[in-house]
């Protein structure tokens, strides 16, 4: 007795693209994958204060140059596009990216203390190429901040 039939589809998804094997009744075996991607993000910024340093209430905009360093991976389950055979595999890849950053907040500051919000949108593509399906990976995005500073001497 054989197994159900199927038909092989084309997943376009924007992580990976892969075939999917599609059983009677619906069911979808795509195999299982472990998607991960690590950055470590390093920032040189600057900030405008459009009012004084010496109020109490200080918001600001700013931007710099973000500096992240990646690496992406995929193991697992994959299916052979010449037979749709199921294999297991890992690939890598790793980088280091540059991009602009801009960013926006408020800051409350007392005497020694001073706490605040800040928002950030950081912007990096890392081009990828084969065995990986997808041709870039997009490192930026938003990131929302609280901060603490202390001042020690004035």
Do not use: C, H
Request: net charge positive.
């Amino acid at each position: 007795m054989s197994g159900p039939p199927s038909e092989d589809r084309e997943d376009k998804s924007p992580i990976t693209a892969s075939k999917s094997r599609v059983l009677r009744g619906g069911a979808v075996n795509s195999g299982a994958q472990d998607l991960r991607l690590r950055t470590v993000p390093a920032a040189l910024t600057f900030r405008v204060l459009p009012l004084s340093q010496d109020r109490g209430f200080q918001p600001y905009l700013g931007g710099g140059l973000g500096v992240i360093n990646w690496r992406y991976s995929e193991s697992g389950q994959f299916v052979d596009s010449r037979d749709s055979s199921i294999f297991n595999n890992s690939y890598a890849a790793s980088g280091t990216k540059t991009g602009p950053l801009a960013l926006g907040g408020i800051r409350f500051a007392g005497d020694s203390v001073a706490t605040g919000f800040e928002i950030r949108y950081q912007a990096a593509e890392a081009a990828l190429g084969p065995p990986f399906a997808g041709t870039k990976l997009d490192l930026g995005g938003w990131s929302y901040l609280f901060t603490l500073g202390m001042r020690f001497a004035r």
